[in-house]
């Protein structure tokens, strides 16, 4: 019993340490993009063809702390990926380590794509149809705490959702979730992603189409490399059953 408890502090403590870690990294991020907003800020408007305004001496700031923490964001994800790792280190063999420390880069690389598809391809898509819906009826000018606030919406969804087959590969090489159990849900998958799709886009059919259409793939995707990674798992286990026979 108390060596039970002893094994539970022992957790809780190393839990606390990545988590102090990951929070540490956070507001390091977070330091870097508030020091380096402007340039930020000038980059993500330099296609606007208005100047963005503001309503009040508050939103300057919290336009600052949107991009800051987009950055940090961006920023603290693989030290996350990489504290999971190393928090649930010692119960995976070696092979196990070694294959799973691998996605610690590309839940980075997945996450930036992400944003990348967001923002260059569904981003300026949709605000072309919104402002062309608008026509000679509205003149366009935009708040700067409303701009980015759509951005955001636009492309941090695609940033997290992108990262959906690392995480399948990952739960599959933990044993946790199988390419067949991912196959018989895949219509409540689909029904799921149509609705994340509707919500995080504009009103219109053409933009549900265009957001439904790369999450559906990248399900389809994340099937296909579980199988892969599901069938190396069986292929080491049923090597090492005969070795050791």
Known sequence: MEEKELNLVEHLDELRKRLIITASAFILFFIAGFVFVEDIYKWLVRDLDVKLIVLGPSDIIWVYFMLATVIAVAGTIPVLALQI????????????????????????????????????VIFPTVLSFLVELGGEMFEANFTADKYFRFVLNMTLPFGVLFELPVVIMFLTSLGIINPYVLTKIRKYAYFVLVVISVVISPPDFMSDILVTIPLLLLYEISINLSKIVYKRKLKKAENSGEASS
């Open 85 to 120: 790792w190393l928090f649930v280190k010692p119960a995976l063999t070696a092979a196990e380590r070694k294959i799973s420390l691998s996605y610690v880069p590309a839940l980075f690389i997945l996450f930036i794509i992400g944003l990348c598809f967001g923002y260059f």
